[in-house]
Structures are given as structure tokens and as C-alpha cells.
């Protein structure tokens, strides 16, 4: 019978795979016809989507089209704009290729694999190279890579919820379908690949289960928002700039217009503040993967800088994740060499799970006949066999065995057993419980004379730089929760022996239910043992709905459901491939000491990217009072395109690119758009009412009457549509002012000063000079400043960096942020 919701099963084309699967001739054939498991989706852009993504944008286009404009005009000095346009392209272009490349390369060593069966031996291959007809071997962790029939199981369970939406197990046999998108659970199987690729079912209706589910990311939601003001900004400036100066130099010609009007329009563009920010997450994440850490979604590097709650498990977090068998504590009346063989006969398993094969490296193997496995869930937290002529052996949770109904063992021996335990697992050992059986297991629940035999004890080496990283956290102000399946006391013995504030622990079997009454244990409580694979997914969705960022980590394939729904899921190095596929970070080499680089990775995105935001978004305010100022008192506009692509890449351009890839330990704060329009709008507006005043002074101080103006400045059929340098010293005064406000903006966005930027600053300072003293510079940029003009210039751009620094000292939010910057 069909369990609702469950897919539809339909039977796929006969198999023509032998009991030894395919020959390498026949894997070739079917590569050849394409009939291999290739998928779509990918982690990365293609080179075409980079070029693509980087080139045919909207600013770009609108500069694109003022820049031919430009040139058409002959003014090819004022067209400098449209050179940074391509170099502004190029560079995210090849930034985005290179990191695209090395991400490509860890990510191909660290794609799923799967075992198939090709020429009698059982190989281990990219899930990409699975083939139609192939006979894949399935094991607890294991993705199901393909739909098919299966031929064998033995106790094989299947996660199916990515299809479903069901997260209780399915058992499944043999002859039954089984389709991909789901995970092994528990047991193992073989079955034959009837569909594969874009043929499979999770590919053809479901492709969500496997694709990226995008990482949401603050930075770029602000900064999509904000170019999307910029852009009905621009539309509505475009026809008043060019009215404004048709109606103030249309005298001097067509050309004079668009140079005026382009100038204008380019101001409004933030050019570089895209690329900035891509080449901010890029690099970030090239410098994880030197750190062994695999970056899955680029927006996750920032997303971990605003998590404030971090979900990890002990065994593979905390501890090493490797687990030795200890010793066997035998219980009265039981025979300890019986024992020992029964643990042997149990880790004599080829799917055992962790706890089983730590047995198996210290007890050998009797050599008993095993006819019937219950593999490992943990969901009931126990597994077992059955031996020919002999007992029927259970091995798990002590509670949960202990609690079995009807018990045979008297009341007074459980209480001694669960006494021992609790000694036990005080001192941080992990206790599991040896019981027997003289009946046969026909289903998987618990016999009803179920008899205690011995307690195992087996003990986790807690990582050297658990302690280290668990108090970086605590600095940082982000909460731990410890949430474990094994006995809460060893999770908190554990917990506490890595310097955590246990408090009391919490067995999850005794949680409520009820979303509200969760969140308040959640809030109240720090180490959590006894949790199921649903409670996991349930204290993410809690804490989410109480307004945490989360981070949930895991290695398991009973932690894949609560790693997609977290804010970030960090998945380890050497867990199942089920859990790597929904995580956004793999920590390659599973150690969680990993996290505070990519938290601190995180943070310098953020911090550097709100920074030269900023720079840009000031920019835009500027030109666009300018516009408005100029259209109002029917000015010419201050400046010429080159004036402004020299102040752009002296106080914007080049100190932007520095800053957004310098160090940066700020912590996270929320509200990134709100910061930067409440500073570098009004900072802009300052500097666009600046350059209008030493304009209008310097027109008449230094300038040419208006009524002159058409006669100074001519301009010759088919010549630049630029005249003698003379009439341009109000635009060379405007330009001082406007470098004036802009440098003490980058000042002000720079603070705490280190060396390096004081350096940086400096450099920038001293390049714009140049532009002035030196004759050839001076002449390309059309500048002419006599040493009155400029110290009127300086006085009046002086008095704006003070209005600047004034904004600055009366906005605490911005001011806070800077100030707890690197």
C-alpha cells in the first residue's frame, strides 16, 4: 500500500546487469550514450554565466552608453571612466574564474562517491560516473544516487523526507523500489540503477533536495535593495541633468552638454561596489579552503558571522569522534566469557556503526552464525542479532532497554543497574547495555524477556582545541547548545571537561512537544542528551522562531535534516555524505577549532564590505545634490567626467579595494543597510552642497563672466569639446573641495587607524596631488588651481569634513560599528 505523499513507483526498463554487475565494456557503452548519473546542478557558474554576471549589468550598460556617447563627442580624457568600466570587469571576471577553479578542484575531491558492483569486485566511484544498469552496494550514510529495484536488503531503512516530507524511516525489501534523493538510515542493500541523471526523480520533479538551497545573506539582500534605489534614482536624474545643462551650456554645443550630463550620471553609479563585494566572499572563501575548509554557498562565509547560536553534537565536535572499547562490566549471574563472545559475534558486522566496530578492534570474533540483524536507529537506540543455537543478543541505550515492558529482572536490580550507570557515565565514559534474548526477532522491537548481561564502557578522546574554541565563542557572545543522542550525564561530563557552564543536563525524552514550551527549555538550557534526528530539527526551528541565527553541526545522516533547515549547516570532513550535501561548510579535515576562522571570515566581509559601501553610496549623494543644485540655480555641472574618475579612484576606487580585503574583527551587528544610508547620505549630501558653494566662489573669484563664457571657450568643429584650462578653474576648485570631503569620509570610515591604513591614506593623498603639480597629469585631468583658488577651495572642503565628522559623532549605531573594528 502507498503511504500518502509517498512518490509514485513505476517500474523502470528491464535490467541487464548480471549478479557480478556490469563489465568495464559495458560501463563504456552506456558512457557513450550518455546514460550516466551527470547532473545539472553545480556549485559554481560556468564560465559563460561569470562573464555574463560580470558584464551585462545594469550599470554597466548605462555607463557603456555614456561612454559612447563620450567618445562620439571626441572628449576621449573624459571617456578615462569607461577604461575602469573594463577593468572593473576583467578583474571579477578573473578573480571569479580562479576561485571558481580551486573551489572546483576541492569540491571534485570532495564529491560523493558511491559503491558499485563492475566486474565481480565492489568499486568505489564518483556518483557522477554511476551509469544506467549499475549494481550499487547502499550502507548506513550512504545517498541513494539513482531510482532502481532492490535485489538484497538486510534491514535496510531509507530517510525519505526530501521527498515526502515524512521524517520516520521507511523500511524497505527486497524487490522493492527505492528512489534517489533518499538516504540510508540504517541497514544495507544492493539494488540495480534503472534511472539515472536527469531521468532519476528527484531530478525530474524534486530537484530542489539536491540543488542549493540559496543561503540567505544580509550583505547581499542590502545591497540588491539599495542598487535598486540607485537605479530609479539615476532614471529620474538622467532627463534633469541633461534639461540642466542644455539650459546652461547648450550655447557651447552638443557635445558640451553630454560631457556635462555625463558627468553627472557617472557619479550615481556605484561601479565597483558589486565587484567589491563578490571578490569580498570570493577571496574569503579561497583563504577557508587553505584552512581545510570547504565553503559550499559563498554567502555562508557571512552567514556564520551572524550566527549567535551554535547546535553541536559531542561525539565528532567535542570529542575526537573516534570511541575505544573500554571494558565490559558484567552483571550478576552472567558469564563473562559469554560475554566477550557475544560482543565479538556482534561487531562481526560489515555494517556496523560506531559503537560496534570500536568492539570489533578489541574483541575478536567468535565465528558464530548470525541469522537475523537488526542493524543500529537512532531512533530506538539499539540493534541486535540473532545466533544459531545460542541467545538472541541486544546492544543500547541502557534507559531504553532497562525500560522495556514487560522486564523480567526485578525492580531492585534495574535500580543497582541504572545506579551503576550513572556512576559510570559521571565520569564522561559512554555506557551502552549488553542484554539477551531466548527468543527469536521477527520484528524490530524488543523481546519481552529481554535480560541485562553487562555494561559496556567505552570511552571519546575530547578534542585538544575544543576548550580553546568553545571560549572564543563565549567571548564573541554566541550561546552553545550541546544536543547529543548518547546519556545527557556524559554529554555534560564531557561538556564540562571543555570548560562549559553545563547547569543541569536535559534528557530530551522528557521535552514537550510544544514549539512555545520548547523555546523556554532552550533558553534556560545548555546540554541536551537522548535527542532523535526530529528533536534536532525541532530545537533549530525553536530557536530560529525566538530570533537566533543558528548553526547547527553534524556527521551524521541523523543530523542532515536539522543541518538543511539551520541558518548554516556545518557538516564534518568525514561524516556521512547524506549530511555534506545539505551543509553550506565542510570542514574538510573535522575540526571544529575551524569555526572561529570562518566566524572572523565572516566578520571582515561584513565590516569591510558595510565600509566601502559607504564610499560609494556617499558618492552617489553627492552627485545627485550636485545634479539638483546645479538644475535649481542653472550652473553648469562642477565637473567634467575626469574630474570626478579622479577622485573616484584616489578617495573610492583604489582604497575601497584595499579595505575590503583588510582585516577586520568587528563583530556582527544587524542593521547594514540602515548604517550606511544614515551616514553616507547625509556625509554626500555635504559634499555635493561643498563642491556647489566653491564652485559659485570660484566662478566668481577666478572664473570667466558668463557673458564671455561662449567666447573663451570655443570649441573647433570636430576637436574636443573642451576649452582652454582657464575657463575650467571653478571645476578644478570644486574638484579640491570635493577630494577635501572625500578623503576625511575615507578617514572617518578607516578608524580604529592602523599603519597600513594611515599608509594607504596617505598614498592616496599624495596621488591626487601629483595630479595637480604634475604638468602632464594636470593637463589630462584639465585642472588649473592658482594658489588662492585652492586654499579658498581646501577652506570650503575643510569646512565640509567637519560637517562630516559632526554626522558621524551624532549617529551612535555608525559610530559603535566603526569603532569595534579591527
Known sequence: MTTPGTPPVTAGPPTLTGPDGLTSAEVAERVGRGAVNRLTERTSRSIGEIVRANVLTRFNAILGALFVLVMVTGSFADGLFGIVLVVNSAIGIVQEYLAKRKLDRLALLNAPTTRVVRDGEVRVVATTDVVQDDLIELRTGDEVPADGTLIASAGLELNEANLTGESDPVAHDEGEAIMSGTSVVAGSGRYHASKVGADAYVNRIAADARKFT??????????????????????????????????????????????????????LVPEGLVL?????????????????VLVQQLPAVEGLARVDVVCLDKTGTLTAGEIAFEDAHTLDGQDGDEIRCALGALADDPNANGTLTAVAAAVDSPGWERT???????????????????????????????????????????????????????????VVLLARSEQHLAEPTLPPDLTPAALVTLTEQVRPDAAETLAYFAEQDVAIKVISGDNPVTVAAVARSVGLDVGEPVDARTLPDEPEALREVLATHSVFGRVTPEQKRAFVHALQADGHVVAMTGDGVNDALALKDADIGVAMGNGAQATKAVAELVLLDGRFSHLPDVLAEGRRVIGNVERVANLFVAKNAMSLVAILAAAVIAVPFPFLPRHLTLVSAVTIGIPAFFLALGPNRRRYLSGFLGRILRFAVPSGAVAGLAVIASYLLAGSSYGVPRDQFAERCTVEAGAKAVADVECWQPGSGATITLLTVFFWILVVLSRPFRPWKAALVAAMVALAVTAFLWPFAARFFNLDAPLPLMWQSLAIGAAGAGLVEVIYRLSPSVRTAHHIRD
Open 276 to 292: 567589491l563585494t563578490s571578490v569580498a566572499f570570493l577571496l574569503s572563501a579561497v583563504q577557508l579552503t587553505r584552512r581545510n
Open 372 to 430: 537475523q540483524t537488526i542493524p543500529f536507529n537512532s531512533s530506538r537506540k539499539w540493534s541486535a542479532a540473532c545466533f544459531a543455537q545460542r541467545s538472541t543478543w541486544v546492544l543500547g541505550a541502557p534507559e531504553v532497554l532497562l525500560a522495556a515492558d514487560p522486564q523480567p529482572s526485578p525492580p531492585e536490580v534495574l535500580e543497582q543497574i541504572r545506579s551503576q550507570v550513572a556512576r559510570l557515565a559521571d565520569s564522561g565514559r559512554r
Open 214 to 267: 540559496r543561503t540567505r545573506s544580509e550583505i547581499q539582500e542590502s545591497i540588491n535593495t539599495l542598487l535598486t534605489y540607485i537605479t530609479w534614482v539615476i532614471v529620474a536624474a538622467l532627463p534633469i541633468a541633461i534639461w540642466s545643462q542644455w539650459r546652461t551650456v547648450g550655447d557651447q554645443g552638443w557635445r558640451e552638454v553630454v560631457i556635462r550630463s555625463a558627468a553627472g550620471v557617472v557619479g
